[in-house]
């Protein structure tokens, strides 16, 4: 098949704070040395923004240090945290935690509560206004290498082929796109940095990685009891004392709050659901109160890195490197990740710089974590690294051991934990569990999936290969189902996965990709992972307007 080919400095895969910083940051520095470099920037959305899905507060330090007048530029940092309320939730009552023993990490005044979508879309504009190509809708797909195995760049996928593989009237071959490096900032779980973890053997010497899912929704609710700036984030109920989660419910601006959950990929029990637990959740009476009378506007989902630094891989490869969320830069105990995307990308494009200059390609970018270990965010993850392994221990247990670490010893515990094991492996069999009975939507509060994916926008080209591939057919009923009692109907936050009957009684497993909303939860908890997650045709997938 003969395929276009675009050639570049640097290409750089995602369109979000990573790879919008990282664009932003190597046309910055081409422009101080009044020289001229290539940039592009590939992005899976219909639009940059479009899948991009956070709770979002954000520490505007990386920001500033782009843009130091982002304020005067209008970046759409709007709504300052005001307030911060931490509550322990039993099923029909609540405990605020004073705020003078809140560890620093759950205190976000001089943040910002913010559309991490709206502030990709504003990232993307400053980008285009430097120089930077830009190209929505096309997905890369395939990593390609050069002779010696460094990596060479990308080719987008295919457009116009039908779902029995062959070529329909519209085909259109993918684009190959040549870089001296290329920067992979696809998010959590990339399809392509999966496979270059792999290859490069970058995990060698990290911890297993975990995984949280993070749901949520934006309501617009009654002005009255709307409180611009106030930040509540709770832990307990509805999950249980050994179970890690948590929510957020961000009172942003135009009487809209951001409600949302957090539920660890390491639970341990296969009939538990994160999205009824999410829609649980906003029927107790402290979170209910706020949202009566409102009405939902958006829902999404999408997973989180959470491992923190015990669980970085190594960043760089011949020919590119990893960041923001593909490495795993997410601060779990903070439940932040924007900041430290955006630093990232500026610290690679920093090394790729300094590459170009001298003439060098294709090489790897040893400046770069080098740059990293000197930097605040090195500073902030290594304080933050036990948060995860304690929190594994139990809710009681994990809360009091965080709150020495990090209140009493400012993050100088004298030892480092370790993650022993990954979110796939950690799933029991049904026989040894108890199945969880969720109570029934109201319509009001609490919803079912398919109403919920119709308000994520989520579209995808009917007649294209299923993105959501088996490696083996038999798998989900053989073992998923005998063994764990079907799994993927239920961490599947969008009613991808469903088992049916056959006309003869037999089980099958029916895959509604068109329902994907990219969150990857069914590549990282598929305890056979015998499901692998592939990008789709360009653009398909969620629209989401501001999340």
Not at 5 to 17: A, F, K, L, R, S
Not at 189 to 203: A, I, P, V
Not at 412 to 419: D, G, I, R, V
Not at 493 to 507: C, L, R, T
């Amino acid at each position: 098949m003969q395929r276009d080919v675009m050639e570049y400095d640097v290409v750089i895969v995602g369109g979000g704070p990573a790879g919008l910083a990282s664009a932003i940051r190597l046309k910055q520095l081409a422009a101080e040395r009044n020289t001229e470099i290539g940039v592009c920037v590939i992005e899976k959305g219909s639009e940059v923004g479009a899948h991009i899905l956070s709770g979002a507060i954000m520490d505007p330090g990386a920001i500033t240090e782009l843009f130091p007048d982002w304020k005067a530029m209008g970046a759409p940092l709007n709504t300052e945290v005001t307030e911060d309320r931490f509550m322990y939730l039993s099923e029909s009552g609540s405990f605020k935690v004073p705020n003078l023993f809140l560890p620093g990490c759950f205190q976000n005044h001089g943040y910002y509560i913010i559309s991490l979508g709206n502030v990709c879309r504003w990232l993307a504009e400053q980008a285009e206004a430097l120089g930077v190509e830009i190209f929505p809708g096309f997905a890369a797909a395939e990593v390609l290498f050069n002779e010696d195995g460094s990596v060479k760049g990308v080719a987008t996928g295919n457009m116009g082929v039908g779902k029995d593989g062959e070529q329909t009237a519209n085909f259109q071959p993918g684009v190959e796109l040549h870089a001296k490096y290329t920067f992979f900032a696809e998010g959590c779980r990339g399809h392509l940095g999966k496979q270059l973890m792999e290859k490069f053997q970058l995990r060698k010497d990290a911890d297993p990685q975990t995984y949280g899912i993070g749901l949520k929704e934006i309501w617009e609710i009654d002005p009255a009891k709307h409180k611009p700036g106030l930040v509540v984030h709770t832990a307990g109920w509805p999950l249980n004392a050994h179970t890690y989660g948590g929510s957020f419910m961000y009172h942003m601006e135009n009487n809209q709050v951001a409600v949302g959950y957090v539920v660890g990929l390491a639970y341990d029990n296969p009939y538990l659901s994160p999205f009824e637990e999410f829609q649980r959740y906003k029927t107790h009476p402290a979170i209910r109160h706020f949202l009566e009378g409102g009405k939902r506007l958006v829902y999404g989902a999408r997973a989180i890195t959470a491992g923190g630094i015990m669980s970085l891989p190594k960043l760089t490869f011949p020919g590119g490197c990893l960041v923001g969320d593909d490495a795993g830069f997410l601060n779990a105990s903070r439940i932040k990740g924007s900041h430290a995307a955006i630093k990232s990308g500026m610290m690679a494009a920093e090394a790729a710089f300094e590459a170009l200059a001298a003439e060098r390609s294709y090489d790897e970018l040893a400046s770069y974590p080098e740059a990293f270990k000197k930097s605040w965010l090195f500073d902030e993850l290594w304080q933050a690294r036990n948060f995860k392994q304690w929190m594994a221990k139990g809710l009681y247990t994990g809360t009091m051991m965080v709150g020495l670490e990090q209140f009493a010893l400012r993050g100088k515990f004298p030892w480092t934990l370790h993650h022993q094991h990954a979110d796939h492996e950690m799933l029991k069999k049904a026989s040894e569990c108890e199945p969880i009975q969720y109570p029934k939507p109201d319509g009001k509060i609490s919803f079912d999936r398919l109403s919920s994916v119709f308000l994520s926008n989520t579209n995808h080209e009917e007649n294209q290969p299923a993105h959501l591939t088996l490696r083996n057919a038999s798998v989900p009923v053989g073992v998923n189902l005998h063994d764990y009692a079907g799994p993927e109907s239920r961490y599947c936050p969008a009613g991808v996965y469903e088992f049916v009957k056959n006309d003869d009684g037999s089980d099958r497993l029916q895959i509604n990709a068109q329902n994907c909303v990219h969150c990857k939860t069914c590549d990282i908890k598929d305890p056979t992972q015998n499901i692998v997650w592939v990008v789709p045709e360009g653009g398909g997938g969620p629209n989401y307007p501001n999340m």
